[in-house]
Nanobody
Framework: QVQLGESGGGLVQAGGSLRLSCAASGRTFSSYTMGWFRQAPGKERELVTA????????YYADSVKGRFTISRDNAKNAVYLQMNSLKPEDTAVYYC?????????????WGQGTQVTVSS
């Protein structure tokens, strides 16, 4: 089992950048595939990006390709989301999640979320 906690959200102007962090507890973090999801008001939660246990494989939603980068540091039990060229439509609550199956899930463990607001 793994417990997750996100940080780094906030308010940023369009075109700006933010870096989200997700800290994980547990000694088996390196065995988990990690993902970042987001949920905007009135919309379903969507998978934004994911990274395999060793960082060798990644997935990006079309809407964020070329702007967002996922990375992980297994020695620190952490996964990161670097978000550049932010757009108002990126405004959402961002969640990190973990699973042991595949990049696209299903995901078993979730953080509490962190709000990202992009102003125009």
């Amino acid at each position: 089992q793994v417990q997750l906690g996100e940080s780094g959200g906030g308010l940023v102007q369009a075109g700006g950048s933010l870096r989200l962090s997700c800290a994980a507890s547990g000694r088996t973090f390196s065995s988990y595939t990690m993902g970042w999801f987001r949920q905007a008001p009135g919309k379903e939660r969507e998978l934004v990006t994911a990274i395999s246990w060793n960082g060798g494989s990644t997935y990006y939603a079309d809407s964020v390709k070329g702007r967002f980068t996922i990375s992980r540091d297994n020695a620190k039990n952490a996964v990161y989301l670097q978000m550049n060229s932010l757009k108002p439509e990126d405004t959402a609550v961002y969640y990190c999640a973990a699973n042991r199956i595949r990049l696209t899930g299903p995901y078993d463990y979730w953080g509490q979320g962190t709000q990202v607001t992009v102003s125009s």
